[in-house]
Every structure is written in C-alpha cells, then in structure tokens.
C-alpha cells in the first residue's frame, strides 16, 4: 500500500488534467460571420422593431425556447441581470419578501434587494441541498411576494410542493437554474417549473459564451415585462402602450450578436456534454460506491441530475479523519487542471458560507442612511440573519466534498485517477488519522 503524498509518497498522477473546453471550430466561423456583417448588437433602447436585438440574438432565444419547452426566451448579459429581470418583472418591491435558499452564489438572495425588497431564507434538504419545501411552508408571512428556488449542483429542488405552496399563496416562483441547464424533474425540464427560469452561460457553466444568460417564461405578460426591464423599460413604455409601471425602469442587460451566435453553437452541443458528465459520475460512482465514507448524491425517479459539480458527503460516523484533512490529503494525490492552474487542485471542502452569514446580512446594510431596504419605513417585519438561522445549511456546508474532475474530456483512464485518489486515501485512513493526532499535538 503506497503511502500518501500527504505524508511525502507519490502521488497517484502528476500529469495536469485537460481542460473544459467547449468552444470549437463552428464558435470561430460563427463568430466570423457576424463579423463579416458588421453588426455586433442590433438594439435600440426605443419602441422599434430592433428594440428586441439583432438576428442572431432572436434566433438564439428561439433555439433556446425551443430546446428548454418554454413559450419565451430572453437573452441577457449575465445570469445575475437575468435574476433582476425576473425579480422586477414578478413585481416585487418596497415592503416585500422574497423567500431565498442560503446555499448558492450571493445573487440568488441580494436581487430582491435590488428591487428593494428583504430577502428570508429558508433551509435546504439535506439530501439535495436544494430549497426544502417545509421550510419555506414556515417562512411565508403576508409579506411574501416570490420564491427564489436554485437547482443547485445540477438537481433539481421538489419543485411539486413548492408550485402548490405558491398557489396557495400566490406567490411568484422563480428557478435558478444557472447549474441545471437541461435538467429534469419527473421529466419536466427546468425553467418551465415555476413562472420564469434563469439560466448562466457564464464561463465555467455546462455551455457558455463566457458571460450570458437566459431567462425563460410561458406567460406573454411576463415575457414583455423581462423585455422592458432588460432595455430601458422608462424609455419604452410611453410608446409602446404599457399600463402598469411597476418597475419599469430599465437597465442595459443586453446580449451582443457575437454572445449570441457562440450561445447558438453551444445550445446544439448542451445534450451530448450532459450527457458525457453523466456518464463520468456513473464511472466514478462504480469505483466509488464502496467506500464506507462516502455519501454519493441520489438521483430521483423521473429526474435527470446534469452534474454542475460531483458533490459527496462525508460520513463522519465512518471514520475518525475529518472531512478537511480527507479532502487536503485528496488534493495532493492529484494534479491541476490545463487553463485553471491558478485554482489548485479542482476538490473543495465545502461549497459556500451561508449567505446570511455576509457582512451585508449580518448588519442590514445595502441602501442610504434609511438602511433600506432591510429598515427601511416601507418595510414592517424584521430578520434575525445570524448563525443557527439554517441549520441543515450549515451542517452541509461542513459535510460536503465537491469535485469537478468529471467533466468533458476527461477519459476513463482520467476518472480512475480521480477514484485511485479517493481509494488510496480511504485505504490510508489509519496513518491520516495519526498524522492528524500528531498535526493537533
């Protein structure tokens, strides 16, 4: 049994793993042809027929409405514009809250602030990490105006209990689906669930024109409401005829041509990369699913889980080493990855802190010396954002390992690399723990 490179033996590879690299030859020759026309954005910010973007910008919605099952499609410069967009066109404002998950990226709470409302969070399920629909159930007031739901690591949250608790309520639900771009749930695709969906096409994303999102909708009114607030909505409105003006003002959140037409070679490969990361965790998970350890993610019946990340547990109760000193000796049985040097190893211990664990929930800061919108006169609730809020949150955020050495093009001879590093750290557990004695000593 080889000692771990941890504790000065070799380690299972040297060799940097390939890089994520999706863009290829038709990117270049569609990003060719818009050159050679000239046009790299066809938008004007007025009621006219370029108010909704150029060719390539309409084509690429339509493909995306079409691969999604969505009546409409919006393309946006980023996910987090399209979060705004969504935010503001649910009309959502002074006064309201909007229910958030803790676990994800810091927008998925912060754009109701935007808009000036208070974001409340509700805990996850411990199975998914997704937004446990009983915790929302316990944090609807009068107040509440929409649900923020993230499919976070690529799974889809349950999302029947939650669409019946905002009919109950009448509630607006938006999906985050920034990680879970052809996903399912109990074969649905994601982003048609709820009322809108937002997804990223930001660079390290299952497909991406390096920054860029999409939001999606089947309601018409919704779809000219994410139009407006995406292209100077105050500019437009006069114009074209719009009666309700709540929150219509506009940003500039458009997408350019060049965005445009990369997103449409990149829509037609989305299937088959799903597909090779599914395939890599099955592999993973063959070699994997015997150490004691391990808690594997599940996949629900009727689901497709895309694997933004391979997120495992780690089972304290079947072994002593904890799961940062796991992870470390993990990461250095192994090699970078080819064009993310900069990042070490692609294994964490953890995903995120908690995001009411951020300065600016924890002292209530955002907007002017009214500190709005969290005590601001419009606003008649209060939040306690502190430690213990989300208890399941936290306990994942200390449980979870996340790797993301199971991407496109990784080939099998690569992936047993992965699970080698794992086995032999599993088959050292007695020297890691010593070593950890020592460490503490």
Known sequence: MSELALLGGPKVR????????????????????????????????????????????????????????????????????????AIGAAGVGPGDEVIVTPYSITVSATAPIVFNAVPVFADIDPETWCLSPQSIRERITPRTRAIIVVHIFGQAADMDPIMDLARQHNLVVIEDCA?????????????????????????????????????????????????????????????????????????????????????????????????????????????????PELILPQERTGDKHVYYTHTLRHDPAKTEVGRDLYVEAIKAELPLTEGREGEGVLVRAGYVKPIYLQPMFLTQTAYGRAQCPFRCPHYDGKQDYRAGLCPDAEAANASIMIHELMRPPMTDADLNDVANAFLKVHDNLGSLLDFSLRRAA
């Not at 863009?23 to 910010?45: C, F, H, P, Q, T």
């Not at 999409?214 to 000219?224: Q, R």
């Not at 500019?235 to 929150?247: E, F, I, P, R």
């Not at 500039?252 to 997103?263: D, K, L, Q």
């Open 179 to 291: 990680q879970a771009p052809f996903g399912m749930y109990k074969g649905r695709p994601v982003g048609t669930l709820g009322h809108m969906g937002v997804f990223s096409l930001n660079y390290h994303k299952h497909i991406h024109t390096g920054e860029g999102g999409v939001v999606t909708t089947n309601d018409p009114v919704l779809a000219e409401k994410i139009s407006l607030i995406r292209n100077h909505a105050e500019a437009v409105v006069a114009a074209k005829g719009v009666g309700d003006l709540t929150n219509m003002l506009g940003f500039n959140f458009r997408m350019g041509e060049i965005e445009a037409a990369i997103g449409r070679c990149q829509l037609a490969k989305g299937a088959t990369l799903v597909d090779e990361r599914r395939r890599n965790v099955q592999h993973l998970e063959k070699r994997l699913g015997g150490v």
């Open 14 to 85: 040297t060799k940097p793993f390939p890089a994520y690299r999706t863009i290829g030859e038709e990117e270049k020759a569609a990003v060719n042809r818009v050159m050679d026309s000239g046009v790299l954005s066809r938008y004007l910010g007025a009621h006219h027929e370029d108010f909704m973007g150029g060719p390539e910008v309409r084509s690429f919605e339509a493909e995306w409405a079409a691969a999604t099952g969505a009546r409409h499609a919006l393309a946006v410069n980023s996910a987090s514009s399209g979060l705004h967009c």
